[in-house]
């Protein structure tokens, strides 16, 4: 990806050198069209690879307090369909990296959407656990478990809700030690 980017700015960078003579009238779209889409494919790769490395994190974690046993279960059931609809993709008929293959955009999207569907539930089971830690130290090393995992949009969003609650219990233990 590199590469190609360091192409097109060279390009660019001739290009407005040789302003003055009228060599250069080709329209940029057409010119780079094809590294355009395969620089698309390899982000969406990217994207791909740091997700199966963010959800890889969901086979050590284990949750603990009253309901740790049942939301436990509940993880290692998204981990495990996680590495189903993993599967799935990795054994598409075509070559990922050829952008003449437009199935792999309604495949990828396909992907995307089950995994958006597991961080809403993953999100919930976070938002869980952290109403059943009943220490701040509990809801931090909780939150420590799921790294990776909380930059994803959705957990993100839905765990925005518990940084309130996570200060006035620091302000709290604050005042106690104090």
């Not at 059931?77 to 293959?101: C, G, L, P, R």
Request: charge should be neutral; include cysteine; glycine fraction near 4%.
């Amino acid at each position: 990806m590199e590469t190609c980017s360091k192409f097109k700015d060279a390009y660019f960078e001739y290009k407005g050198k040789a302003k003055g003579s009228n060599q250069w009238k080709i329209t940029t779209n057409a010119l780079f069209v094809r590294l355009d889409s395969f620089q698309e494919r390899c982000q969406d790769i990217m994207h791909f690879t740091s997700t199966i490395i963010q959800f890889n994190k969901l086979q050590k974690i284990e949750i603990g307090n009253t309901k740790g046993k049942q939301l436990t279960a509940s993880v290692m059931q998204i981990f495990e369909e996680f590495n189903k609809a993993v599967e799935e993709f990795m054994t598409v008929s075509y070559d990922i990296m050829d952008i003449e293959k437009r199935q792999f955009d309604d495949d990828f999207y396909k992907f995307r959407n089950r995994i958006k569907e597991l961080e809403r539930r993953l999100a919930s089971i976070l938002t869980q656990s952290f109403d059943d830690s009943d220490t701040i130290i509990g809801k931090f090393k909780l939150l420590d478990s799921f790294e990776g995992l909380l930059y994803r949009p959705i957990i993100q969003d839905e765990l925005e809700k518990k940084h309130i609650t996570l200060l006035e219990l620091y302000k709290q233990d604050l005042k106690t030690v104090q």
